[in-house]
């Protein structure tokens, strides 16, 4: 069959095409590592778990609300508004089968062809991916490394913006990075929008992946709650990824849109996942808790062990799941240039499978630090320190 012109426009998840290569790697037998995808290999609470069972039981099965049932988008819109401290309702919630949806579905309701979009540069790669399918034109901005983390590049927000930029994306708690904003940095940020006239989608789909102190959102800045649209998932603070529930959280004129999105694309979310949601956001947390602890275990484990091996710097961030070290030194002392090269040659020699920088978009002109990205979700410590190990071992053998 002839392919419609557009899909040349779409991209995707070269993660996803990485996850791939290290299952056939461990096909043939070798022992795999797997830091390269944010999945989970934690349960499920039993809280969503014996919710989601008993409505399936209790025939909750056919279809539902497009929008999502009342009672989660009210749990929904009480939960969130308490953690951003603003005044939400079930009208200003839409259901969604993920947090992902949130992202295509935000662009087509506000932007039209030809709009200039602000992006995060290394970041989620389905940002650049809709911008462009939609038939926009996608800016990327970057980060800039610090003693501890990493900062957005503001200036780079503020050099591109002209009169036909309408949006800007914020991932804050970041993937790939692991960064935080600082609130100078959302002040500045907020004065922007303003100033410029912008919408913004607030991707949070790690807020409550933190490990000490609260997270704070962009839209409990003044004037950006009615300029903003929050990306909320359960997938990760619920151990939930594949169940594929989140919401998209917002003005209700863009909710109305984007619900009428739903009607079009999948009528409605899995009707009994969302008694599971519903279960887990207003029952005991206990089980949650212990997911954060988990994770916090893995974080020492990992960013100890990466900073141990000489030419690695890693900062050690307080939220998601995510660490992206700097690798220029072990790049340049084992003789790689290219990031693939690299990447392949320690899956081979070690079984520890990473993305890179490049999976997290383009190399932004003049960028000369080399990165790749690290995700704890889906390994135990033991495996973190066996396989950092033998990372070790191979990036200090001093060369190809
Ligand atoms: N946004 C970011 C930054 C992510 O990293 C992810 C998943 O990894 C998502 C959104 C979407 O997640 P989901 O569709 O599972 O909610």
């Given amino acids: 069959m002839k392919i419609a012109d557009r899909i040349t426009r779409l991209g995707t998840e070269t993660a996803f095409a990485v996850s791939a290569e290290a299952a056939a790697f461990a096909a043939q037998g ?21 919710g989601a069972i008993k409505a399936i039981r209790d025939g909750k099965t056919g279809y539902c609300p497009n929008t999502g049932i009342p009672q989660l988008r009210e749990a929904l819109a009480a939960d969130v508004s308490a953690s951003h401290g603003v005044s939400y309702t079930a009208e200003n919630v839409a259901v969604q089968p993920g947090g992902k949806p ?3 579905k935000f662009i087509q309701a506000v932007m039209n062809p030809g709009d200039e979009v602000l992006y995060p540069n290394p970041g989620y790669p389905i940002y650049e991916s809709q911008i462009e399918y939609h038939g926009g034109t996608a800016l990327p901005y970057g980060y800039l490394e610090t003693d ?23 991932n804050d708690l970041q993937n790939p990075i692991g960064a935080e904003a600082s609130p100078a940095e959302f002040e500045r940020l907020a004065e922007i929008v303003r100033r410029h006239d912008l919408q913004v989608l607030c991707d949070e789909a790690y807020f409550e992946i933190r490990y000490s102190g609260a997270s704070r ?42 619900a009428k999105i739903n009607v079009n694309d999948e009528s409605c979310s899995n009707h009994f996942v969302q008694y599971g949601a519903l279960a887990g956001l207003t029952g005991d947390t206990t089980e949650v808790k212990q997911i954060l602890t988990t994770l916090r275990d893995r974080r020492d484990a990992s960013v100890a062990a990466l900073n141990a091996i000489e ?15 700097n690798v220029t030194g072990a790049m340049a002392n084992m003789g790689f240039d290219d990031y693939d090269a690299f990447r392949r040659a320690v899956l081979e020699a070690t079984g520890v499978s990473v993305c890179t920088r490049l999976h997290f978009g ?3 002109p003049g960028e000369i630090n080399r990165y790749i990205r690290f995700a704890y979700s889906g390994i135990d410590t033991d495996q973190i320190q066996e396989g950092l190990a033998r990372l070790k071992a191979f990036l200090e053998s001093g060369g190809t």
């Fill in 30 to 50: 070798n022992h795999v590592y797997p830091f390269h995808l944010g999945d989970m290999n934690l349960p499920t609470p039993s809280t969503v778990v014996d």
């Fill in 102 to 104: 949130v992202i295509g």
């Fill in 148 to 170: 501890d983390g990493f900062t957005i590049d503001i200036d780079a927000i503020e050099r591109q913006i002209t009169p036909r930029t309408r949006m800007l994306i914020l």
């Fill in 217 to 258: 959102s962009f839209v409990s800045l003044p004037g950006m709650v009615e300029r903003c649209v929050v990306l909320y998932t359960f997938s990760k603070k619920y151990a939930m990824t594949g169940w594929r529930l989140g919401a998209a959280i917002g003005p209700r004129n863009v909710i109305e849109v984007i």
């Fill in 311 to 325: 030419g690695v710097h890693c900062a050690c961030p307080e939220v998601t799941f995510y660490l992206f070290p």
């Fill in 362 to 364: 383009r190399a932004i």
